[in-house]
């Protein structure tokens, strides 16, 4: 079955880095694109970025661009985000969720869902 | 940013009755392709969100045949035809045409 497993999050001050991990199995992840999407504590979600099978396309949040980074290893079934600068603004749990399969619209996607990985940036 | 604007944002209903959402998009979700793609999403108490119903109508493998999707254009419904006590949770639109994606602020469910 489909699986999403999220890791990388922690405590981080304020101007800060981390790199966020989403390990993909029960699919072929290099025929999917993938998206990562935040959701600050009570708050509704906030998509941040996605990347397509290849890579040769990124889109960002603009509140990120240039911040975060999102990148895929796709030998190694693995999703990234490296997040830089951050923001208290930041502090979120982050999943990461399928995208559309090889050959379809960016429009689909979003049909599986990792349990999410904490980002709390504080002093 | 295409702004997605649900309501109510609060829906307490009881057991056994119908619940209605309204999600409307600042712009037309009508792709190139003639599919207008927005989505719903579940998020129960503690857990991630999950894909109810995409493509406006399209209910995902495992999601009741309670749950149904209609619209068009800028303005999309989601009913619950019976309220069970699994449903407890907030949904969420999406529209999947636009950069950056754009989620509703939320539709907290509850029973009465």
């Known amino acids: 079955q489909v699986q999403l497993v999220e890791s990388g999050g922690g405590v981080v001050q304020p101007g800060g880095s981390l790199r966020l991990s989403c390990t993909a199995s029960g699919f072929t992840f290099v025929t999917y694109a993938m998206h990562w999407v935040r959701q600050a504590p009570g708050k509704e979600l906030e998509w941040v970025a996605a990347?397509?099978?290849?890579?040769?396309?990124?889109d960002y949040l603009d509140s990120v661009r240039g911040r975060f980074a999102i990148s895929r290893d796709n030998s190694k079934n693995t999703l990234y985000l490296q997040m830089d600068s951050l923001r208290a603004e930041d502090t979120a749990l982050y999943y990461c969720?399928?995208?559309?399969?090889?050959?379809?619209?960016?429009?689909?996607?979003?049909?599986?869902w990792g349990q999410g990985t904490l980002v709390t940036v504080s002093s | 940013d295409v702004v997605m604007t649900q309501s109510p944002l609060s829906l307490p209903v009881t057991l056994g009755q119908p619940a209605s959402i309204s999600c409307t998009s600042s712009q037309s979700l009508l792709y190139s392709d003639g599919n207008t793609y927005l989505t719903w999403f579940q998020q129960r108490p503690g857990q991630s969100p999950r894909r109810l119903i995409y493509?406006?109508?399209n209910r995902d493998s495992g999601v009741p045949d309670r749950f149904s999707g209609s619209g068009s254009g800028t303005d999309f419904t989601l009913k619950i035809s019976r309220v069970e006590a699994e449903d407890v949770g907030v949904y969420y639109c999406m529209q999947g045409i636009y950069w950056p994606r754009t989620f509703g602020q939320g539709t907290k469910l509850e029973i009465k």
């Open positions: 969720a399928r995208g559309a399969a090889q050959g379809r619209t960016m429009a689909e996607g979003f049909d599986y």
């Open positions: 990347i397509r099978q290849d890579e040769n396309k990124k």
């Open positions: 493509k406006v109508s």
